[in-house]
């Protein structure tokens, strides 16, 4: 049965913690919005595996097609076709702002009313938390990484295992339905403390990022893209850390 293929541009704002999974390996949950201000999210990527003009970064604007998923009913999702993503320009900073005040809203309960499995929301009374993981959570994670890496196909290119984290890394906040505490999923703040440690050790690094998320972030604007789980939708996860301005009446010209 043939599948008609529909073609969507959106400008990259989230790019989850990569997953093992037993049908592609290893893939990453990103999503993005349309010129419109329509949420897309794109499953299943293997990040690692694109290549060139395919390897996008937040603020990116990427090309794809996609069909609807046969499991997934959440109106957002989209089935990616791997070899269709194609970056095709970056968003301009004096952009960004302006695009995210057009998506905010509330909280992720004014979002699911508006029947929205992702949102984007301005998070109040943040604070950045961060916690070891016990061994034997590392080495399971390490060892479901070392699966999915060997898991490819002989057309793709050979992958090292990911390294897990050795920290959970959370905020809890306040939007417009009250005070939450979520675990954080950005592979963004993740790679900011493997990055980080290597370069100036693991207790510089939660340091730095303490200052970023607990002193900087909040006081220059900071978002959050949240999104529910499909087989869970009463569940929401905190997916992206986003740093924009918030902007004045003054910038849009009034």
């Known amino acids: 049965m043939s599948v008609t293929l529909k073609n969507s541009q959106v400008t990259i704002l989230v790019k989850a913690l990569p997953q093992p999974s037993k049908k592609y390996g290893e893939t990453v949950c990103c999503a993005g919005v349309t010129p419109e201000g329509n949420w897309k999210r794109l499953y299943p990527i293997r990040f690692r595996h694109l290549q060139g003009d395919q390897s996008f970064k937040r603020w990116d604007i990427v090309d794809f097609k996609y069909r609807r998923p046969i499991q997934d009913r959440r109106d957002e999702s989209c089935h990616v076709y791997e070899d269709s993503i194609f970056v095709i320009g970056e968003t301009p900073d004096r952009e960004k702002s302006r695009m995210i005040e057009r998506i905010l809203v509330g909280s992720a309960s004014e979002a699911a009313l508006k029947q929205q499995s992702l949102a984007l929301i301005r998070p109040k009374n943040t604070r950045f938390l961060f916690k070891k993981k016990p061994d034997g959570v590392i080495q399971k994670e390490r060892e479901a990484f070392k699966r999915a890496a060997s898991q490819g196909s002989f057309f793709d290119n050979d992958l090292a295992a990911l390294l897990p984290s050795t920290y959970r890394f959370g905020f809890q906040f306040e939007d417009s339905s009250g005070g ?29 990022m303490d200052e970023t998320f607990n002193v900087k972030y909040p006081k220059l604007g900071m978002t959050f893209a949240l999104g529910n789980m499909a087989k869970r939708p009463q569940t929401w996860q905190l997916l992206g850390v986003i740093r924009a301005d918030e902007q004045r009446q003054s910038d849009f010209g009034f």
Request: aromatic share 18%; glycine share 10%.
């Open 180 to 208: 939450h505490a979520y675990q954080c999923g950005d592979w963004e703040v993740n790679a900011m403390f493997y990055n980080g440690s290597r370069r100036m050790g693991e207790k510089a690094a939660l340091e730095w």
